[in-house]
């Protein structure tokens, strides 16, 4: 049999050459619609560092000047007790688990604050997320450490008047980075106030922005809230107890102007987080959603377009498949030849479209991913689906129109013959 399929092969070479030019072109168009689809989900389906079930995000606002009840005296030191004293009040409700106040600190927050940061000689490079943050935070989104911190320790870290920095704050700002772990306990600068270096008190699980993102934005320093800096933009992170979600707004909001207010403070809103986060993804999701359809008609038209030149070519060989058979060559045997043919022509195209691959990569144009566009597990990977998808679609293309020609009355061949 091996002997038949390579005579085979080399007899017709001129049209295996072009088919093989076929398959390769096919295959560069798919590893990056595999790979695409790989980077996708693999960002998708990785840790997201804090959970969001049974949370909301409680908003506030500031009575008018010409409200009868305006206090102009609830400014800088007052006007933070008075956002604690809401805190408080929404924590003793026998429905809330633990509730917070931060700054641009949320999950699936569009607005954010930077911070720079020194870490012995390394100057931080691209953003850094700071998080500002009263010390509940971590048990409102339940927040790990990398040595096992639960988020009621973290609570006590930042009690402590110490930071929180994601184990990956050393990503892309060294060559060789090295996780935070290993500063624990140490100093750092933060913002370029080598007066005034904070501890780090716990290196934690990378919080992501969302979803979707990845790279340089996932990256975080957790402090607490100066009095100095906060104003009106405070925002309540609640965890409501797990059975206690049913109402839990509408009990919010009837009791907001009785029970929850505080100086020139009102509550304004009360959203989920599942809410909030399908609000953040939409268009994300969309776009998404929509490269995806294309990758699915690009799928169908390569697929038919492979069915359809093999389906041709197998056909064109009708005569030689009942010749075949009448000669004692099983229906399994000439299968087996059929299909190994056009194996052995995707093998012969698999290294030049790996080649091609490679320099897709190299120029950066395929999918950026955990900081690479080149990485050679995931080229050898996608590379393998894609040779899987290829061979499936051969074999289909060749089955069909093989089985059809399998029913040719042996004496009509080889009278044509």
Request: glycine residues 8%; aromatic residues 10%; proline residues 4%.
């Amino acid at each position: 049999m091996d002997q038949k399929l390579i005579k085979q092969v080399k007899n017709e070479w001129r049209s295996n050459i072009w088919l093989v030019v076929e398959l390769a072109v096919i295959s560069v168009v798919l590893w990056y619609i595999v790979d695409y689809l790989f980077v996708t989900g693999s960002v998708y389906n990785q840790p997201r560092g804090f959970d969001i079930s049974h949370c909301y995000r409680i908003s506030t606002g500031e009575l008018l000047e010409n409200h009868p009840d305006y206090d102009p005296d609830r400014k800088g030191e007052k006007l933070y007790q008075d956002y604690e004293e809401l805190r408080r009040r929404i924590e003793m409700r026998p429905e809330v688990e633990s509730a917070a106040l931060s700054m641009n600190s949320t999950p699936y927050n569009g607005s954010n604050s930077g911070v720079r940061y020194l870490v012995d000689s390394i100057l931080s490079e691209g953003y850094v997320i700071h998080r500002r943050v009263s010390p509940d935070f971590p048990k409102v989104f339940r927040w790990r450490g990398m040595k096992g911190e639960t988020p009621e320790e973290l609570s006590e870290i930042l009690k402590r008047g110490e930071v929180l920095v994601s184990d990956n704050l050393l990503h892309f700002s060294t060559d060789n980075p090295r996780p935070m772990t290993e500063y624990v306990g140490r100093r750092i600068v933060l913002d370029m106030d080598t007066a005034n270096p904070v501890r780090v008190g716990a290196s934690i699980v990378p919080v992501r922005y969302n979803d979707y993102m990845q790279g340089q934005i996932n990256r975080t320093v957790v402090t607490g809230i100066p009095r100095s800096y906060f104003n009106v933009g405070g925002e309540f992170s609640v965890r409501v107890k797990g059975n206690m979600d049913e109402g839990f707004i509408e009990s919010i909001m009837a009791d907001a102007d009785s029970q929850l207010r505080s100086g020139n403070l009102f509550i304004t809103d009360v959203e989920s987080f599942d809410d909030i986060r399908e609000a953040h993804q939409y268009g994300t999701k969309t776009q998404i959603r929509n490269m995806i359809f294309i990758i699915g008609f690009l799928l169908v038209n390569i697929f038919l377009g492979l069915l359809g030149t093999f389906w041709f070519r197998t056909r064109q060989r009708s005569r030689d498949i009942a010749i075949r058979l009448v000669s004692g060559a099983t229906k399994g045997d000439i299968f087996r030849l059929l299909i190994s043919e056009g194996l052995v022509l995707l093998t012969i195209a698999t290294p030049v479209a790996l080649l091609a691959d490679l320099n897709i990569a190299h120029a950066e144009l395929n999918q950026y991913y955990e900081g690479e566009y080149l990485e050679w597990g995931r080229l050898l990977i996608c590379g393998g689906v894609t040779y899987l998808l290829i061979a499936l679609m051969i074999a289909l293309g060749i089955s069909i129109p093989a089985w059809r020609a399998m029913k040719i009355d042996p004496a009509v061949a080889l009278r044509d013959e």
